[in-house]
């Protein structure tokens, strides 16, 4: 028989304290090897915290080592370069992340003196850091009797607990926070919020059969009495995407690439990308839109070659790019170009060029392999051509 956790809508004490020894003991036995547990540093909580969102463990540890090798503590990340950190960052996606760190990392040094707050409503005030965050902060460096309610810890508790609440919802997560914060012990607060995340990531996962014969608490799981854990957590239909269609133009001269810098507001702010125009465009089409540019002429560019790249797609949360891309290898009778652009002509209305590359630049591959941010979003052509 299933021990409740909340009996006749009171804790019950005796089978919270019995649920605290065996997350806690199972979580010190099998926790997971990463560089940033084990250390009460409130600015590597931080920064791992960061690039986890969204993010595999195993894809970020090697960026949480690079990056504070380069930025040991909040005040040098305070005085970073934005080229340095948009290339260290390059890989990870969702760039606002690390834009945002910067922001906070001034912050604290400005407000605090370079020390993390401990308190939750100042971690909350800081640029980046949500509710979540500001918990693992404060739970985890500071042993704060904080709850720090992921994706992971949703899924454990609405098993758990049997709440059927859409946890896309906020008041199924304020009830799941509420509920987490009457089983959080008088002390280990930061293994015991590391230990629902890691049960989440490693037995009580998405998948509709989890490791349930395994599981420390299943004795108090209430998905598992009813065999409901493949009905939980129940998540509402997410939106729709809008999709388009781009035409990535890779532009190449000897060892030199063409590329742009996006503007600093909107989509990929500031990062730097390959020309790419709205629509699909058919090889035969694209030779004569080029054929027909004038500015190649006046650089004294000729095409050379056109190659057909592999399709590929950029996801965002809201929209999605799907991708087709030529490699267009350029040639001079007068030594390297200085400039490219690519202007809307009105015999190819149906192919509208977004954009005139005026932020553009030939760049050495050298230097773009180790300057040079190139937004995740073209990837696929990143590796293609560097």
């Given amino acids: 028989m299933r021990r409740k956790l909340i009996e006749n809508q009171k804790p019950n004490r005796k089978n919270i304290e019995a649920f605290q020894r065996s997350l806690l003991q199972w979580y010190q036995k099998n926790k997971r090897t990463m560089p940033w547990r084990d250390i009460e540093n409130p600015y590597y909580t931080w920064v791992s915290e960061i690039m986890l969102q969204q993010t595999r ?4 540890i090697p960026y949480f080592l690079r990056f504070i090798e380069k930025y040991p503590t909040v005040k040098d990340l305070a005085k970073g370069e934005d ?18 760190m910067k922001i906070a990392a001034r912050e ?17 005030s800081l640029k980046g850091i949500g509710e979540y965050t500001a918990g693992a902060i404060a739970s985890i460096a500071y042993e704060q009797k904080e709850p720090a309610v992921d994706g992971n810890v949703l899924r454990v508790m609405t098993r758990i607990t049997g709440n059927h609440g859409d946890i896309k919802l906020g008041k199924t997560k304020k009830e799941i926070t509420h509920g987490v914060r009457k089983l959080l012990p008088e002390e280990n607060l930061g293994d015991f919020n590391q230990g629902l995340i890691e ?10 059969a989890p490791d349930c014969e395994i599981c420390p608490v299943s004795e108090f799981c209430l998905a598992f009495e009813k065999n409901l854990q493949g009905a939980l957590p129940v998540k509402g239909k997410a939106m729709k995407k809008r999709l388009e269609k781009k035409t990535v ?12 810098k996006r503007e600093e507001r909107g989509l990929l702010a500031g990062l730097w990308e390959f020309p790419n ?6 090889e035969e089409a694209l030779k004569e839109i080029l054929e027909k540019e004038q500015h190649l002429a006046e650089e ?10 592999e399709d590929s797609k ?40 977004e954009e005139v590359m005026d932020n553009g630049r030939w760049i050495p591959r050298e230097e773009v392999r180790k300057d040079y941010s190139i937004a995740s979003a073209f990837k696929a052509y990143r590796k293609e051509v560097l």
């Fill in 199 to 208: 049960l989440g990531a490693v037995l009580c996962t998405t998948a509709k």
């Fill in 108 to 124: 604290v040094v400005e407000k605090y003196d370079g020390v993390f707050p401990k308190e939750r409503k100042a971690l909350e």
């Fill in 83 to 100: 080229e340095d950190l948009l290339k260290l960052w390059e890989g990870l996606g969702y760039y606002s992340r690390v834009k945002n």
């Fill in 249 to 260: 133009l890779i532009f190449t001269y000897k060892e030199q690439l063409f590329l742009r």
């Fill in 57 to 60: 463990v195993d894809t970020v």
């Fill in 300 to 309: 004294n560019l000729t095409v050379e070659n056109i190659t057909r790249l």
């Fill in 277 to 282: 125009i709205k629509g699909h465009i058919k």
């Fill in 314 to 353: 950029a996801v965002f949360s809201h929209i999605q790019w799907n991708l087709m891309a030529y490699q267009v290898n350029l040639k001079s009778s007068e030594g390297p170009p200085e400039g490219l652009r690519i202007k809307e002509d009105k015999n190819y209305l149906e192919l509208p060029v």
